[in-house]
């Protein structure tokens, strides 16, 4: 399974990361591989959660990026 995470960097420093399909997943972490590394952990649990509870798993649906050049035409 895959989750999009959403990394934002604290104005006090660190990292806090979410996943937007996952309502309530969230993490933090004073480097970004440790921000990494606890919302990994956390999107297991919030799985787990919803195994036990005998609810769907939600699954993302494919996404596409489009990357722009700034500054020339």
């Not at 999009?4 to 993490?27: K, M």
């Not at 933090?28 to 952990?41: C, K, L, M, P, V």
């Amino acid at each position: 399974m895959k989750y999009t995470v959403v990394l934002e960097r604290e104005p006090d420093g660190g990292f806090v990361a979410s996943v937007p399909l996952l309502p309530g997943c969230v993490s933090q972490g004073d480097i970004r591989d440790e921000a990494i590394t606890n919302i990994r952990e956390a999107i297991e649990l919030y799985v787990e959660d919803c195994r036990l509870a005998g609810d769907p798993i939600p699954q993302e649906d494919s996404r596409e990026y489009v990357e722009l050049r700034t500054g020339t035409r």
